[in-house]
């Protein structure tokens, strides 16, 4: 069946408010969920047709959203898990974009699939995960992923990249720079060892674990679960992106110049740079446990900002403007923010 022979009719005036973690009330002109290629290629060209601008949305845990979405959102909900032995020490792993990325994490352990158990319990999907290269106790999606698909969204065409181009770095790809808005991501394959080796360098894992003689990658997954459990904020119970902030990278020269002002920062080495722990320089500006009625800063984790009366997003930018310039102040240091801001 041609695309086009099957009358697409999105959605017009829906809440956006449920399908974005910060709770921010938001309405979406026009929404439709797709579960497949073929009905992603439809709403494609209708956004196209009627010249409207696209939102992606995936989990909707690392997006700012304006309180109207002018345009077509278009909600990735495409399905399945394929895996294939390479040969004795690899397995390829494919998963369609719309896959729940804990739960995937899971099922590639449950398949004897290693590799990705740091990345436990991050929310989102698996087309996500390589668009700002997710990472967390010390291991990053780049680590593993073999290719990513995406259909281009001008021409609908489907189209390979491989990991060297999908230019990734710290919390960053392809997809959020050079091809910014150009493509839509509709599975990624990793490539996975079947044998397991484990990776536990942060501290808070070799703590978690220093009980346990031979950690099994599903030691580790458990630990970062309860360690995430115990200091991060569960988007369902209190609304956030988790991580507001990056972590700046800053020169050697400048470095010195902080680590003498305070003995106490933390930082770690990064090429010829030190990655500066973002949430350490907000806590110590004393922001952390900050409230103003609307909006606020975790008690526990001064890099994730809350909204817990779902207040609109221009109250968080409005916090995150606040806590940059404070930061720029005290510690001469820029913040960048980390999640999407419409
Ligand atoms: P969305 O928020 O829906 O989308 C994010 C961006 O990607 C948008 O610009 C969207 O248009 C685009 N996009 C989404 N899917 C596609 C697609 N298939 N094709 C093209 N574009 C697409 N991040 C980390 O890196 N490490 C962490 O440890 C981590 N912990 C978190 C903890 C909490 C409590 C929360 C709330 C967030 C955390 N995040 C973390 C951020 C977030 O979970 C990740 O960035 C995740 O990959 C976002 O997935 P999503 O499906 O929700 O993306
Ligand atoms: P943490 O363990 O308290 O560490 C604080 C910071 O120091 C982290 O940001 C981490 O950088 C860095 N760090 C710690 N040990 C390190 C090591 N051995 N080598 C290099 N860097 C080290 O951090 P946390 O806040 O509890 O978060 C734990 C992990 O989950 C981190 O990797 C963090 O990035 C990730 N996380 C991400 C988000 C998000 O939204 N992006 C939200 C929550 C948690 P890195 O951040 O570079 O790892």
Known sequence: MSEMT????????????????????????????????????????????????????????????????????????????????????????????????????????DHQAYGLENLALIPGTVGAAPIQNIGAYGVEVKDFLETVTAINRETGELVGFTNGQCLFDYRDSTFKTVLLDQYVIVSVTFRLRRTPAINIAYQALQDVLAQVA?????????????????KLPDPDRIANVGSFFKNPRVSAAQYQQLVTRYPNIVAYPEGEYKKLAAGWLIDQAGWKGYCNQKVGVHKEQALVLVNPTGSASTEILALA??????????????????PRVY
């Open 6 to 109: 099957v009358a697409f009719m999105p959605e017009r005036d829906v809440d956006l408010q449920p399908l974005n973690t910060l709770g921010v009330p938001v309405r979406a002109q026009f929404y439709c969920a797709v579960t497949n290629i073929q009905e992603l290629r439809q709403a494609l060209a209708w956004a196209r047709s009627q010249h409207l601008p696209l939102l992606i949305l995936g989990g909707g845990s690392n997006m700012v959203l304006p309180a109207v979405v002018d345009g077509l959102c278009i909600h990735l909900q495409l399905s399945g898990i394929e895996y294939r032995v390479v040969d004795e020490e690899w397995v390829n792993v494919t998963a369609a974009a719309g896959e729940n990325w804990h739960a995937f994490v899971q099922d590639t352990l």
């Open 321 to 338: 403007e606040q806590i940059q310039q404070d930061i720029r102040k005290k510690y001469g240091v820029s913040l960048e923010i980390e």
């Open 214 to 230: 031979e950690p099994a990658p599903q030691d580790v997954f458990n630990a970062v679960v309860s360690i995430r459990s115990s």
